[in-house]
């Protein structure tokens, strides 16, 4: 590849393995043109398409504070990156120019914002190589989008940042970003969802890299309102992928809101119980007796585990005068024999023949 082609710009010299970029393609009048091309990704090929132009001018040195970050709002602050950017500036010098557009009387970065953020570290690195690109507001945010993206760097957040803004700011429809992105509509649809749709705590778990992408996408499922407490739940059960997802069918499947009590206090019992899985009662350590009772006390706390959640969220409000007329002796009855099993437990650990 020739030297100054538009990909060495951001240090991406090469597209995948064996690829090599195309050569400018000539203008009308001939002549070839230094264009920055926004690699395209489609089911049967890659390709390349044009966004914008670099202009005629050779790189820029710029001074640091002559260099805005308006666009950074687009991009995640990596610290351990920008660190090791800085020890690779302090080692080698700037090995590739960042890339910059004119906004008015300021340049503002387009790519290269962890050289950026490594250079202003350096007390010795006052200036910054750039190179200059004719970029409206569509475009340069596309560009942010396809630089970072041939070097397999953006991630989810980033590009749902990238499409929101397109949508909202440049009032420009899904299907246009699509286009203009080279993506599916639906791929589109779901980064506008994974940033549009999630409450204040999942968006800042997710910035930070407490919640991945994969279960953000399942959280976005969830009314924002009661996303807070279901991650509440993944923290204190350490939920995995799959778990998760069943969470959140069967919360979105229940009729109740004791029903979500329990889902949310007992979240693999609930899941296993909807599966029809029966958890193991054999426990190799204790004899036939013993067997006998931990499957007796399971069985008990798993019933009135869920009566727990019934009578503290007035489930009985749904019950009829009759009901509850018919139903007083036996409550009165549960009420006596808990208070005994109770009091009996209690005194277990130091009941005789205890080793």
């Not at 064996?18 to 395209?40: F, R």
């Not at 407490?229 to 998760?244: H, K, M, N, T």
């Not at 549960?334 to 005194?347: H, I």
Request: proline share 6%; hydrophobic share 40%; net charge positive.
């Amino acid at each position: 590849m020739r030297a100054g082609a538009p990909w060495s710009a951001s240090g991406n010299e090469n597209v995948g393995r064996g690829m090599s970029l195309p050569e400018p393609a000539p203008d009308e009048t001939g002549k070839a043109t230094d264009n920055l091309d926004i690699l395209i990704h489609t089911r049967c090929e890659l390709r390349f398409e044009t966004v914008l132009r670099w202009t005629n001018q050779d790189q820029l040195p710029l001074k640091r504070e002559e260099i805005g970050e308006s666009y950074g709002r687009y991009r995640l602050h990596l610290p351990e990156a920008e660190r090791a950017m800085a020890r690779s500036l302090q080692r080698y010098g700037q090995l590739a120019p960042v890339v910059v557009c004119r906004r008015q009387e300021r340049y503002e970065l387009i790519d290269g914002f962890k050289r950026l953020s490594a250079a202003r570290t350096l007390p010795t690195m006052t200036e910054l190589s750039a190179r200059l690109v004719e970029a409206d507001e569509r475009a340069a945010k596309a560009a942010i989008y396809g630089l970072n993206r041939a070097g397999g760097r953006t991630r989810e957040l980033e590009e749902a940042w990238i499409i929101q803004a397109l949508v909202r700011e440049d009032s420009m429809s899904q299907v246009e970003v699509a286009e203009l992105l080279g993506r599916h509509k639906s791929w589109v649809c779901r980064r506008l969802a994974l940033i549009e749709r999630l409450g204040p705590k999942a968006k800042d778990e997710l910035r930070v890299g407490l919640l991945s992408p994969t279960a953000a996408r399942q959280m976005v499922r969830l009314p924002q309102g009661n996303q807070a407490e279901v991650l509440d739940v993944i923290r204190r059960e350490a939920l995995s992928g799959p778990e998760l997802a069943g969470v959140v069918d069967l919360w979105l499947a229940c009729a109740s809101r004791p029903q979500r009590e329990y889902l949310l206090a007992h979240p693999r019992e609930a899941l296993a119980q909807s599966q029809g899985i029966v958890a193991a009662v054999r426990d190799p350590r204790l004899s036939e007796a013993g067997n006998r009772v931990w499957k007796r006390v399971g069985l008990l706390l798993d019933v009135l585990g869920q009566m727990e959640v019934w009578l503290a969220h007035q489930g009985r409000a749904q019950l009829t005068p009759e009901d509850r007329l018919l139903l007083a002796p036996r409550f009165q009855k549960l009420a006596r024999d808990a208070e005994s099993v109770a009091g009996l437990s209690r005194d277990f650990p130091n009941s005789p023949g205890q080793p």
